[in-house]
């Protein structure tokens, strides 16, 4: 098992460019999700979701939109880069339930000049 | 929704001592507290999680303890090595949603 996926690892943009990171899992979990890490912030939940066609909104969703069709893959799109979305983002997965571990990628280093 | 904070932010051990950090939560429907260990450029990775039922847990040289009255967990590394430095995450999850929620983490340095 490859676990959880992302790239790029690292991207650089500009203001208003747009671009989507990738994400995906091999493990077959139901619940996906998008975390955003900032220094002395945490992890912040951008979007997350519970199967292919349900997404919902988590602490800091604006400016970022996301989509399930496939149980596997959970796209992360920037429409319109801006300065504050420079940060290290993150994607999880896990079984769907309280008790369920989530699993972390590697992350992808976004800087938006 | 819920509020987890975490605390020391920095905490300088020397090799062989105890470390404790500390987290407290706002949601009293919250049922699982995991604890999360990062290395410099990766993921975080599960290293201990206590569910709401149980009061302590021990795996090795780490426990965790949880007193739901106070609403507070921590997480002990006893006989510290150098290779326990890393930021650690808590971390709770169960009410509202399916959500995890993470305190701010703690950058842990073993001095050897």
């Known amino acids: 098992n490859a676990g959880v996926t992302q790239t790029p690892k690292f991207q650089v943009l500009k203001t208003g460019q747009s671009m989507t990171l990738q994400c995906a899992q091999d493990?077959?979990?139901?619940?996906m999700s998008w975390y955003r890490q900032d220094p002395g912030m945490g992890l912040r939940l951008i979007h997350y979701s519970v199967g292919a066609g349900i997404t919902d909104q988590g602490e800091v969703p604006n400016g970022y939109n996301v989509s399930r069709s496939t149980t596997e893959d959970f796209p992360l799109r920037l429409l319109s880069a801006a300065p504050s979305q420079t940060s290290v983002y993150f994607c999880?997965?896990?079984?769907?339930?309280?008790?369920?571990?989530?699993?972390f990628g590697p992350g992808t280093r976004l800087t938006v000049l | 929704g819920e509020n987890v904070e975490q605390h020391p932010s920095t905490l300088s051990v020397q090799e062989g001592d105890s470390a404790v950090i500390k987290c407290t939560y706002s949601?009293?429907?919250?049922?699982?507290f995991p604890w999360y260990k990062q290395e410099l450029g990766k993921g975080p990775q599960l290293i201990i999680d206590?569910?709401?039922?149980?009061g302590e847990k021990k795996d090795q040289r780490i426990a965790v303890t949880l007193n739901k009255t106070a609403k507070h967990f921590s997480l002990h590394i006893t006989e510290t090595q150098p290779e326990d430095s890393a930021v650690y995450f808590c971390a709770a999850s169960g009410g509202t949603g399916n959500q995890f929620y993470f305190g701010t983490g703690t950058s842990l340095t073993v001095i050897p």
């Open positions: 949601d009293s429907a919250s049922n699982y």
């Open positions: 999880a997965s896990s079984y769907e339930g309280s008790y369920n571990e989530q699993f």
């Open positions: 206590i569910r709401s039922n149980v």
């Open positions: 493990m077959n979990h139901e619940y």
